[in-house]
Nanobody, 128 residues
Framework: QLQLVESGGGLVQPGGSLRLSCTAS????????IGWFRQAPGKEREGVSC????????MDSGSMKGRVTISRDHAKNEVYLQMDNLTPEDTAVYYC?????????????????????WGQGTQVTVSS
């Protein structure tokens, strides 16, 4: 069973920054495109950013576009999401997930159904 673990969430003031990390238990992330998603209370889970397996391509989506930077470190088997200029509307549980293998690690879309293995999430709360 592939397991992902997110970390780095917490309480931050509006305008602040956080860096989330995603790591894998028992397998290498190298061959997978990794997506970050978020889900606020009462809302659908939405895609935030995705990075290809090689790390050469990434795409952002939604209201966080322009305020996030996704990256990966193959040696550490980790993927990161740097989030800047946070607002209270960014309060949510943030998840990382592996893109389904038939996408060949290309990060082709940020649709929830195109990602199969998920972490448990890390809470991000933006409040003064």
């Amino acid at each position: 069973q592939l397991q992902l673990v997110e970390s780095g969430g917490g309480l931050v003031q509006p305008g602040g920054s956080l860096r989330l990390s995603c790591t894998a238990s028992g397998f290498a992330l190298d061959n997978y495109a990794i997506g970050w998603f978020r889900q606020a209370p009462g809302k659908e889970r939405e895609g935030v950013s995705c990075i290809s397996s090689s790390g050469d391509f990434s795409m952002d989506s939604g209201s966080m576009k322009g305020r996030v930077t996704i990256s990966r470190d193959h040696a550490k088997n980790e993927v990161y999401l740097q989030m800047d200029n946070l607002t209270p509307e960014d309060t949510a549980v943030y998840y990382c997930a592996t893109e389904r293998p038939h996408h060949m690690g290309l990060c082709e879309d940020l649709l929830r159904e195109e990602f199969d293995y998920w972490g448990q999430g890390t809470q991000v709360t933006v409040s003064s």
